[in-house]
């Protein structure tokens, strides 16, 4: 697949990130000069954080090339992605060249935050609104305006790269997300004009309260709750004249005064101006990472987005190391993983083993529906041998061995690998049980015949390391 | 210390449950017969979350009583909250009350949402505004406004039951947080009322993008990076004139009427009508606990808050199990540390190991600062034996002792003890490494000495398991 990015700003270069390492080719499409080197900067990023929410390896990453024309950009496209900046008649001059030029086929998705569809297929274009949000290549979010057959397209693509795909029913000035930054934007800028609070205990105010509670449930979710057992329409009894008392008043626009720029830009140097904009974005980009995988864990939220899309990635299946045992895990080392030492900590290790574990026993049937039907195995040993340090961004491939696996016994060695280079073994003893009496049990037929298909590897020599204790040798 | 909270709702019961979980005697005010059954639901809840998001035990639970008048609640209170519903002539009334009753030098705080401290105190009661979130709990934030020098003390109390306090510099109605989530929530019903989105996709526009950048870095910090190297002044040139937009149009407020009130609550239950209330806010606490744990670990937002919180609590000290060895772990076992088998997964036995090894590194001098000058410990190789199951809720502890402590070479072996029942134990070997040739090296002379003053424990009996290989026995 291929992808053509009209504008390489930072919502540009985010859309080129997330195709990119998503296996898609891109081309991109930009005159300004430094163009190359913002790509850069911005590929970087998403390198070291986007498959950091993964437990899988992504598809082999896409090949990036900078055109020199937009037709050169947009050949053979099947998405072409317009993210000049906020001016009509560029974005007109731009999609008319791309209908001129682009295949008839290929979804042409602008990024726009204020035009509506309308306004920008006026002279003739044909294209829908392809909304994202920064940073591109981590959060889920696109909203999608404008004709339905082509949104529908839209959306199927956008699930294949890890997006949530939004669909607005009616077009609308700014969308939906826009119009609450929109609302929230004025309202500080009214506060900080006024002197009740700086920028920083704004920011402060939304993210040690109900910015928590946005990232997982939005607005009327949380409501819901707040109405207690008699739900929404008591929560609309109590807090619906609010919205006619005085809170109401300030609901004009402050002039944009240069004293107001300068009393925010001051703010926001104090607050932040210590640090660069580059490290900014690596706080950002970090926590978004581990939030993102707390929500995956929960199953809730953005995190639903990131455990369908890894569900649809391809099985481990990374470079066989020792070409006859199968490939367990095949991932990077998160920045998450990471410890003061500043390696890989020694929880981590564990949690690729027991990743090991798991795929091993989805490999003899012991899956989630055989767990659901109230059987699975425990964990009653495990020993690390920790043989080299590894580090964020690392290629992590395990390979497992099973060394003992007949009656209720399954014994497994994995081997994890950084590269060629053997980092770390884990032997572990499983127990097959019963959920219901937590008893040991015999596996049913299904695991049997599954134990039974990977005989071979009770022939081959008891890896190195194996049945010893710590301290002991040979 | 003790807290008289006056009115047992959604809010009183959460603060109540804040200040009881962090050790304080609560005495609770609220003539609804059925307060004592809501206080015990919102309780029990606390109970499953709050001390999940520690990785040390809090102070043992305080003692809460249900007061039968309010001068009952308030004798000797160091701080009274009153969280009655938001009608100023009932607050008068119970402000009133409190200040003929309460000690003089206990701070009173409401809980307002929506009057300012010159409206409150009009009839002359001396309280401030002390506004917490939903759930009280687990959110750290708390607006407080109003009279200097019982904001400061009140501040300095928050700080220490886990909250954050905000001390506005002028009272205003709706304080900060309110103000936003009330334009934002102008804005929700335009969108409901006039088809653009259902109450679900307006949730889903929040939560999966900008909740996400709230959660973490709030309003301004985020606006900053997407400003790029120019900073806050080159974002406010971009943005600033969106203001004089069109998409300002709807800052008139819609009319509550029975129709919208319908059309809200109908969605509501379209969207989340399938889950019970309990459920929802199980849920929601459960994402919580998460997202807070993983900004714990990223030492970003909220995640700064807890972990000056978890500083400040007295070191593990649990019950000790083993007279004779140091407890150096004391904690909850967390919601998120279980799996698929509905229990504590086998990769979290080894993260609690795993903070005994750091804690006993504490204790013989390998701390913060001796890592910080370049010297710190490795783990090479872990042998963990699951002899039972743990689940969420279970106190955890853990004993340590040294079993090998000379030279370069630290052995250790972790018991890991729910009450008198042996869980798990593990054993470690560490080598001492120089941080900067990444080799092993002798421990400097303030561990040497550190592993001195453990010498005994070289003498006891080794532990039943210790140095055996997985299968092998006695």
């Not at 590269?419 to 884990?426: H, K, N, P, S, V």
């Not at 219901?436 to 022939?459: F, I, K």
Request: glycine share 10%; charged share 25%.
């Amino acid at each position: 697949m291929k992808a053509a990015i009209i504008g390489g700003g930072v919502i540009g270069g985010g859309w080129a990130a997330r195709f990119l390492l998503n296996g898609w080719d891109v081309a991109l499409f930009d005159p300004d000069p430094e163009a190359e080197r913002k790509m850069a900067e911005v590929l970087a990023n998403a390198r070291r954080s986007l498959p950091a929410l993964y437990d899988k390896a992504l598809p082999r990453e896409g090949r990036l090339t900078h055109a020199g024309t937009l037709a050169e950009a947009v050949a053979g496209a099947d998405w072409v992605q317009e993210s000049v900046p906020e001016r009509l008649e560029l974005k007109h001059k731009v999609l008319a060249e791309v209908a001129a030029t682009a295949p008839s086929a290929s979804i042409v998705g602008s990024s726009t935050s204020g035009f509506k569809p309308s306004e920008l297929t006026a002279e003739g274009a044909n294209c829908i609104v392809a909304h994202p949000f920064n940073p591109v290549y981590l959060l889920p979010l696109v909203e999608l305006v404008g004709e339905a057959e082509m949104c529908a397209r839209a959306a199927g693509l956008l699930r294949r790269i890890g997006m949530f795909p939004l669909t607005l029913r009616k077009e609308i000035d700014a969308h939906i997300a826009d119009r609450f930054l929109e609302a929230v934007w004025r309202e500080a800028l009214w506060l900080v004009k006024d002197g009740i609070a700086t920028t920083e205990e704004i920011d402060e105010a939304i993210r040690m309260g109900f910015g928590l509670r946005w990232a997982q449930m939005g607005l009327f979710e949380t409501y819901r709750i707040a109405g207690g057992e008699a739900g929404m329409r008591h929560f609309l009894a109590q807090f619906g004249p609010a919205l006619k008392w005085p809170w109401t008043k300030l609901m004009d626009v402050p002039d944009f005064t240069p004293e107001l720029v300068d009393l925010i830009a001051g703010q926001s140097d104090a607050q932040s101006g210590h640090l660069g904009i580059r490290d900014l974005e690596r706080r950002r980009d970090d926590n978004l990472v581990s939030l993102l995988r707390a929500l995956k864990r929960e199953g809730q939220g953005a995190g639903t987005v990131l455990a369908d899309h890894e569900a649809a990635l391809a099985p481990a299946a990374g470079p066989p190391v020792t070409s006859d045992l199968p490939v367990t895990v095949d991932r990077l080392v998160p920045q998450t993983w990471t410890d003061y030492n500043g390696h890989m900590n020694e929880v981590h290790y564990l949690e690729a083993g027991s990743q090991a574990t798991d795929r091993f026993m989805e490999l003899i049937g012991a899956d989630a529906a055989y767990i659901a039907g109230g059987q699975s195995y425990f964990t009653i040993e495990n020993h690390l041998r920790y043989l080299d340090e590894l580090h964020a961004g690392d290629r992590l491939t395990v390979t497992t061995q099973m060394i003992e696996g007949r009656g209720r016994k399954l014994r497994l060695f994995h081997r994890m690998w950084r590269g060629e280079a053997l980092a770390a073994t884990m032997e572990s003893m499983l127990l097959h049980v019963d959920l219901g009496t937590r008893r040991s049990s015999e596996p049913g037929p299904v695991v049997a015949e599954g134990l039974a298909r990977y005989a071979a590897h009770l022939e081959m020599d008891l890896p190195e390391g194996a049945g010893r204790g710590i301290g002991q040798r040979g």
